[in-house]
T-cell receptor, first 114, second 108 residues
């Protein structure tokens, strides 16, 4: 299995809702990432998990809460989001967290906040 | 802070033409990756270059890493409509730095 899967593909939520994005990989990778991508921009790093521990938080607002239940799964819990949080949310994984950082991306979750 | 600058930002050419996309930095990178992204999808890794001066080929795509490991280029020979997409260069350890991307359109 050489892919990263993400669910759901699309999500529409109100500003008072609580929802979660899920990401899974079975490549034995030990680093996993959440990115946010706005239209016509490159991905922006949000969080990095290395060996199931949060190693980087790019000053992301607390309404985004990551969780890494095990080495194959990564969640992003969403609460009280704002319309400007609407974007494509990408999960990625890499075999090594340092040196040659080849990252493999999932297809993304298109999030719309009303 | 490591930065990557890509040029051109937009490129629209006819099928069959050749093109080159550039990725430049003032910083040294231990490796650089090239990705292609289609609308609404995640980036797909095309290649990683590691050694200064390295050249890698992927069918009609040729990737080169600069001798000083500060720049890279992507050359496409005889472009086809299926090559249309956003091309991103990226580099860095743990925190991947992305260029702004080159939006390529190949017209039939």
């Amino acid at each position: 299995d050489t892919e990263v899967t993400q669910t759901p593909k699309h999500l529409v939520m109100g500003m008072t809702n609580k929802k979660s994005l899920k990401c899974e990989q079975h490549m034995g990778h030990r680093a996993m990432y959440w990115y946010k991508q706005k239209a016509k921009k490159p991905p922006e790093l949000m969080f990095v998990y290395s060996y199931e521990k949060l190693s980087i938080n790019e000053s992301v607002p607390s309404r985004f809460s990551p969780e890494c239940p095990n080495s194959s799964l990564l969640n992003l819990h969403l609460h009280a989001l704002q319309p400007e949080d609407s974007a494509l949310y990408l999960c990625a994984s890499s075999p090594c967290p340092v040196s040659i950082n080849e990252q493999f991306f999932g297809p993304g979750t298109r999030l719309t906040v009303l | 802070t490591q930065l990557l600058e890509q040029s051109p930002q937009f490129l629209s050419i006819q099928e069959g033409e050749n093109l080159t996309v550039y990725c430049n930095s003032s910083s040294v990178f231990s490796s650089l990756q090239w990705y292609r992204q289609e609308p609404g999808e995640g980036p797909v890794l095309l290649v990683t270059v590691v050694t200064g001066g390295e050249v890698k080929k992927l069918k009609r795509l040729t990737f080169q890493f600069g001798d000083a490991r500060k720049d890279s280029s992507l050359h496409i020979t005889a472009a086809q409509p299926g090559d249309t997409g956003l091309y991103l260069c990226a580099g860095g350890a743990q925190k991947l730095v992305f260029g702004q991307g080159t939006r390529l359109t190949i017209n039939p």
